[in-house]
C-alpha cells in the first residue's frame, strides 16, 4: 500500500495547534506523509519543526488567493483533515470539486449573538456539510455537528499533549513565578482570557474584600485584552494580565486556584493543565467541562459571578477541599486518552475514507 498523504489545516487556537502538533508528530512516526498548512510564522510557535511534517504558509483568510494557495498544498492529499472551525470552511472551499476526504475537528465552539451569531451557525452549517466525517471533542460538540448537517459526527479521543504538561509539579511550588506577579503572602489565581470577562471581573470585585486579597492572573491576548485592562484599571481590581504566556503549566503550578468563568478557545485546555497538575478548579458548566472534569471541579452555572466568586473564596477558606480535589483531578487526568489513543482513533478515520469504495 503507498504511503498515506494528509494535510492539516490549522486555525490557530492554543488548544487545536497543541493537538495538531501532536497529531503530526504520531501521524508522521507512524509512516503518514504529514503537510500542516498554517499561517506563515506560527510553525515555531506550535513546535512543528520537531515533528517532522512539513510546512506550508497559508494566510488565514479566506478570499480567492488564500483559497487557492490552500487548494495547492491540498493537491495529491488522500485525506485533508481542519481544525477548527474557519479552517473547515476554508479547507471545505479549496476541496470544492474535487472529491477529496475532509475530515474535520471541532475542538471548541465559538460563541456569538445578533448577526455575527447567525454568520457563525451559516459557517458551521457550511463545514459540516462539506465533511466525510465531524469528529467532536465532546458530545456538545458532535450534538452541535448533527444539528447542522453533519453526514456523519463522532466523538473523538483528543489527548492533552505531554510537552505541554512536563512532569507534575507539587502545589505550592512557583515561589518565583509568584514574586514575579506580586503574589507573595497572598492567594494566586489564575485564568484565561475567554469571552464574557465581565462575569470574571464582577466576580473579583466580590473575593477582593478578603484579607489578603487574591491576586488574578489572566493568561491570553486578543480582541478582548484592550476591555480588560481598562475595567482593571478603571476599577483598581487586583488583576494582572501576563499576556500570551507560554508556560501556562508554570503558572498554574504556582497558583492556589485556577478560574474559568467564560466560553470558548483556551477554557478546556487550561481545565486539562489544572487537572494534571493538581491545581483545584472553578469553571462554568459549558463548553463540554462537566463531560471533561465529572466530580473533579467545582462547577458553577455559565453568568453567575456571584456563585463563582463563591466557589472561589470557599475554596480559598478549606485546604481540605483544595486537596480533595487536586487528588481527584489527577484521577480524572489519568482516565483521559493518551496521545496514541488519540492517533488511533485519526489512522482509523483516515483508513476508512481511504479505502477505495465497493462496487
Not at 52 to 71: E, N, Y
Not at 185 to 200: I, K
Request: net charge positive.
Amino acid at each position: 500500500m503507498s504511503q498515506l498523504r494528509t494535510v492539516q489545516v490549522l486555525g490557530g487556537g492554543a488548544g487545536s495547534s497543541a493537538h495538531v502538533s501532536s497529531l503530526a508528530a504520531g501521524l508522521v512516526a507512524r509512516g503518514v506523509q504529514v503537510t500542516v498548512c498554517a499561517p506563515a510564522g506560527s510553525e515555531r510557535a506550535h513546535g512543528l519543526p520537531a515533528t517532522g511534517a512539513r510546512f506550508v504558509a497559508v494566510p488565514r483568510r479566506s478570499d480567492p488567493a488564500a483559497v487557492a494557495a490552500l487548494r495547492t498544498a491540498c493537491t495529491g492529499a488522500d485525506i485533508v483533515h481542519a481544525h477548527g472551525l474557519h479552517a473547515a470552511v476554508r479547507a471545505g472551499m479549496a476541496l470544492s470539486g474535487r472529491g477529496t476526504p475532509l475530515v474535520v475537528t471541532w475542538h471548541t465552539r465559538a460563541h456569538a449573538e445578533g448577526a455575527r451569531g447567525r454568520l457563525l451557525r451559516l459557517l458551521e452549517r457550511r463545514a459540516a456539510r462539506a465533511a466525510a466525517v465531524v469528529l467532536g471533542t465532546s458530545w456538545e460538540l458532535v450534538d452541535r455537528a448533527r444539528r447542522r448537517g453533519a453526514k456523519d459526527a463522532r466523538i473523538a479521543p483528543a489527548a492533552i499533549p505531554a510537552s505541554r504538561c512536563p512532569g507534575a509539579p507539587e502545589p505550592g511550588e512557583g515561589g518565583k513565578t509568584r514574586a514575579e506577579l506580586g503574589a507573595v503572602g497572598r492567594p494566586l489565581l489564575v485564568s484565561v482570557a475567554q469571552h464574557d470577562h465581565g462575569t470574571l471581573l464582577d466576580a473579583v470585585r466580590e473575593w477582593r474584600a478578603l484579607d489578603p486579597a487574591p491576586l488574578l492572573a489572566v493568561v491570553g491576548e486578543g480582541p478582548r485584552a484592550g476591555a480588560l485592562r481598562r475595567r482593571i484599571a478603571a476599577e483598581e481590581l487586583p488583576v494582572v494580565l501576563t499576556g500570551a504566556s507560554g508556560d501556562v503549566g508554570g503558572l498554574l503550578a504556582a497558583a492556589d486556584v485556577a478560574v474559568l468563568s467564560g466560553r470558548g478557545e483556551g477554557g478546556p485546555l487550561l481545565a486539562r493543565e489544572a487537572l494534571r497538575i493538581g491545581i483545584p478548579l472553578v469553571a462554568t458548566r459549558t463548553d463540554g467541562l462537566p463531560e471533561l472534569l465529572g466530580e473533579a471541579a467545582e462547577l458553577v452555572p455559565y453568568g453567575d459571578a456571584g456563585a463563582l466568586a463563591g466557589a472561589v473564596v470557599r475554596l480559598l477558606g478549606d485546604p481540605e477541599q483544595r486537596e480533595r480535589l487536586a487528588a481527584s483531578g489527577r484521577a480524572q487526568a489519568a482516565s483521559w486518552p493518551t496521545e496514541d489513543d488519540t492517533i488511533a482513533h485519526v489512522l482509523s478515520v483516515y483508513d476508512e475514507l481511504a479505502q477505495p469504495p465497493v462496487t
